[in-house]
């Protein structure tokens, strides 16, 4: 399999954080995205931005910003619709998604969502971990496990039907990727790979992270 495009979601509308970009937000000596940025670019074979609004305010980033082409805010999977129209014009065959504000996400996503896909006709997984004890979620899956629907690869192929799909109301990642059996691939959760900046506490912590890392 070729090697995925890779697509940071950025398109939230960061309400717990009042509002903005949350990866413009400091972290480190740079911002959230620059971490983002280093984590995913050795692991893909190219990379964009799914953002909306003026696209100059990322320029510093010299990636390309690809805005939702579905009216009104669809969620991440209207992000996800835009890498993969992307992927399209540049004849690659699978994208992988990961969210703006989740600066530690592992190393070695795209291998072990890409070994999950091995079989698959359309390969389409999500990235998941161990729920704690006594812990439910709405993105818990049948085999226990807390997926992160935003951390996916996808395929080119299925674009036109996650476009009708996103046109009838659909927005819950879930729904859509149960419809065509997609799979998950299980991390572990030690050192909290998937923990995203969502409040200014949030922030604090991940600074912390930042300076507790070799």
Do not use: C
Not at 8 to 27: F, H, N, Q, S, V
Not at 88 to 113: K, W
Not at 127 to 150: C, D, F, N
Request: no cysteine; proline share 7%.
């Amino acid at each position: 399999m070729r090697r995925p495009l890779g697509v940071i979601l950025a398109g939230g509308l960061a309400t717990r954080m009042g509002g903005g970009d949350k990866g413009l937000l400091p972290l480190g000596d740079g911002t959230l995205l620059d971490q983002v940025i280093a984590r995913l670019a050795p692991q893909v074979g190219g990379m964009a931005l799914n953002a909306n609004g003026d696209a100059k305010r990322f320029s510093q980033f010299g990636i390309p910003v690809l805005p939702d082409s579905i009216d009104g805010y669809a969620g991440p999977l209207a992000g996800v619709l835009a890498g993969l129209d992307w992927a399209a014009e540049q004849g690659v065959d699978t994208i992988v998604s990961v969210a703006a504000d989740t600066p530690y996400f592992p190393t070695d996503l795209v291998d072990r969502l890409m070994a999950a896909a091995q079989d698959m006709v359309n390969p389409l997984v999500l990235a998941a971990t161990p729920r704690a004890q006594g812990e439910v979620t709405k993105s818990m899956s049948r085999s226990g496990l807390i997926r992160h629907p935003t951390f996916g690869l996808w395929p080119v192929a299925l674009r036109d039907d996650l476009r009708a799909a996103l046109q009838d109301g659909l927005r819950k990642v879930v729904i859509w990727t149960g419809k065509h059996d997609g799979r998950e691939a299980a991390f572990e959760d030690a050192g909290k790979p998937f923990f995203n900046v969502n409040t200014p506490e949030d922030l604090v912590q991940a600074q912390a992270m930042q300076e507790a890392q070799p």
